[in-house]
């Protein structure tokens, strides 16, 4: 029997916004959140499943980078795609209030503001990448480009680390 997926506010949002995407779940490891053990219950490359991070810039607040699995932000190179002198991954604490999300279920759709977004340029190499749907348990299968012009964010080499 086939256990009905419950819509997330991101996916209503793509509903209404025309965009075709799947919503995929996934067993959630409370001790392990990170996108590697997403990919591995996805059966995915990690290079394709992609985390969502929320940092605030000294000049111009917060701002979402989009970025693989396996890479960690260059602070640097966002700083200075976003206007800022330097950003910084903002507390864990504050997560929640900042985005109506908690970790682990962080997705770049549907925050409780609209923040500048910045999606590492990998993401273009793949016809489909895979994103938190904002919950644990829960990604959305999307086409790079889609995601990229629903969150209007700038795609760039915002991203170091990798295999």
Do not use: W
């Amino acid at each position: 029997m086939k256990t009905k997926i419950e819509k997330t506010n991101a996916a209503r949002l793509l509903d209404k916004a025309h965009i075709s995407y799947r919503l995929i779940p996934y067993e959630v490891d409370e001790n392990d959140l990170a996108a590697s053990h997403v990919a591995q219950n996805l059966g995915e490359p990690i290079e394709k499943v992609f985390k969502t991070l929320v940092l605030c810039g000294d000049r111009n607040g917060h701002l979402v980078c989009v970025v693989p699995g396996n890479m960690e932000v260059d602070l640097k190179a966002l700083a200075k795609a976003s206007g800022n002198k330097k950003v910084e991954m903002i507390l864990m604490k504050d997560l929640l209030s900042t985005t109506g999300y908690i970790r682990g279920g962080c997705s770049p759709i549907g925050m409780k503001k609209k923040f500048p977004t910045y999606i590492h340029s990998s993401a273009l190499d793949f016809d489909k990448i895979y994103i938190s749907a904002g919950v644990r348990g829960l990604q959305i299968e999307i086409a790079p480009g889609d995601l990229i012009r629903f969150t209007e964010a700038l795609a760039g080499d915002y991203a170091i680390g990798g295999e």
